[in-house]
């Protein structure tokens, strides 16, 4: 027995129209009928949702909690990627800022450089979906590429930008 019927002889059992279930679960009627159809594969937090309602287990219990674990390992991900950039700025700045006098272009370059991260953040999903058609939405894998693509260029960047100025003196002008 799949999930669609389990869902249906339960409810049935139960009492509950589809309306009634719809209702309970905060779901809309005609996702109700989709699933009970088998039109579509419903999410493990809506089957979570109608588990509770319909008192049965629909999941296997390692099922549920693997994806528990990783929604919660996604958000501290997605919160660390958040907060790293400008913590990345302000190291080298502070590494550097001593004695530099290109440090004005670099927190410029830097600026700009991290709102062209951001937009690119979320353009990406976007137009990959454009052109293959896939949504991007939830998965980290572009997102993060482009991430670790920022940090590298901007490290390198920065030590570019931010190098102490030479203190030579030139001596081939002097007089004897």
Do not use: C
Not at 35 to 59: A, D, F, H, Q
Request: glycine share 2%; proline share 4%.
């Amino acid at each position: 027995m799949d999930i669609s019927e389990k869902i249906l002889i339960t409810r049935k059992e139960k009492g509950f129209t589809q309306q009634i279930l719809a209702d309970k679960a905060n779901l809309s009627l005609s996702t109700i009928k989709r699933i009970e159809n088998g039109k579509v594969i419903p999410r493990v937090y809506t089957l979570t949702i109608l588990s509770e309602i319909l008192e049965i287990e629909l999941l296997p219990a390692s099922l549920s909690n693997e994806k528990s674990k990783n929604e919660v390992i996604t958000l501290l991900i997605s919160t660390l990627l958040t907060f790293l950039p400008p913590l990345h700025i302000l190291f080298l700045l502070r590494y550097r800022s001593k004695s530099n006098k290109n440090l004005n272009r670099f927190l410029v370059f830097q600026s700009y450089s991290f709102i062209l991260f951001l937009v690119l953040l979320f353009l990406v999903p976007g137009i990959t979906y454009i052109l293959t058609g896939q949504k991007m939405y939830g998965q980290y894998n572009s997102q993060l590429i482009l991430y670790i693509s920022f940090i590298v260029f901007n490290t390198i960047s920065s030590i570019y930008l931010i190098k102490p100025v030479s203190s030579e003196k030139d001596t081939s002008m002097t007089p004897d």
